[in-house]
């Protein structure tokens, strides 16, 4: 049972980046999906979750309009596409599934370093 | 957007001895559904957190009996009976009762 992120690295402000999360192991379509994120030294952020359909989605209001998530239910896959890169995105992005209830089950996350 | 504030933000604890976290939400977690969506996370130093208490005061699976939540509305409180070694690192609360879900600072939790 787990969660492996992908994707992450160095990146431009104003520059894009996916992210993926590959889950394995539990009934992922059963389940909502969660990006949550964290600056270096500093504490959690919730950035965005998605329902186990697809069907609602919720964003942090600092990143609606730059970053939209995704999931493929066939291929057990959550995604993150993040468009207008900002310095204050910099952190590990951490793919984070319920199941059961909220938040139970996290990735080793991926770093983002936004950065000129 | 709720804030949720932890308190302490530093634990210096000795081996043996109980240990507590509380956590203040800005408004009551009770969601509409009746739940209070209150959870408790340990991040160990360089490694992912880790739920350890959902639904207020439910221990995840392979949690000590050592640890336990507790609390209803805007208060709320972890505590650990008896402070082992393992137990050092950060601890966090999160409300998922409203959007966005927000996250207490965060209490570090050292030996002494």
């Known amino acids: 049972v787990q969660v492996v992120e992908s994707g992450g690295g160095v990146v431009q402000p104003g520059g894009s980046l996916r992210l993926s999360c590959a889950a394995s192991?539990?009934?992922?379509s059963e389940w909502g999906m969660h990006w949550i994120r964290q600056a270096p030294g500093k504490g959690l952020e919730?950035?965005?979750?998605?329902?186990?359909?697809?069907?609602?989605?919720h964003y942090l209001d600092s990143v609606k309009g730059r970053f939209t998530i995704s999931r493929d239910n066939s291929k057990n896959m959550l995604f993150l596409e993040m468009n207008s890169l900002i310095i204050e995105d910099t952190a590990v992005y951490y793919c984070?599934?319920?199941?059961?209830?909220?938040?139970?089950?996290w990735g080793q996350g991926t770093l983002v370093t936004v950065s000129s | 957007d709720i804030v949720m504030t932890q308190s302490p933000l530093s634990l210096p604890v000795t081996l043996g001895q109980p240990a507590s976290i509380s956590c203040r939400s800005s408004?009551?977690?009770?969601?509409?559904?009746?739940?209070?969506?209150l959870n408790w996370f340990h991040q160990r130093p360089g490694q992912s957190p880790r739920r350890l208490i959902f639904?207020?005061?439910n221990r995840d699976s392979g949690v000590p009996d050592r640890f336990s939540g507790s609390g209803s509305g805007t208060d709320f409180t972890l505590k650990i009976s008896r402070v082992e070694a393992d137990d050092v690192g950060i601890y966090y609360c999160?409300?998922?009762?409203?959007?966005?879900?927000?996250f207490g600072q965060g209490t570090r939790v050292e030996i002494k």
């Open positions: 984070v599934a319920d199941g059961p209830y909220i938040a139970a089950l």
């Open positions: 192991g539990f009934a992922f």
């Open positions: 919730w950035v965005s979750t998605i329902q186990y359909n697809g069907n609602n989605k």
């Open positions: 408004q009551s977690l009770v969601h509409s559904d009746g739940n209070t969506y």
């Open positions: 639904l207020i005061s």
């Open positions: 999160m409300q998922a009762t409203d959007w966005p879900w927000t």
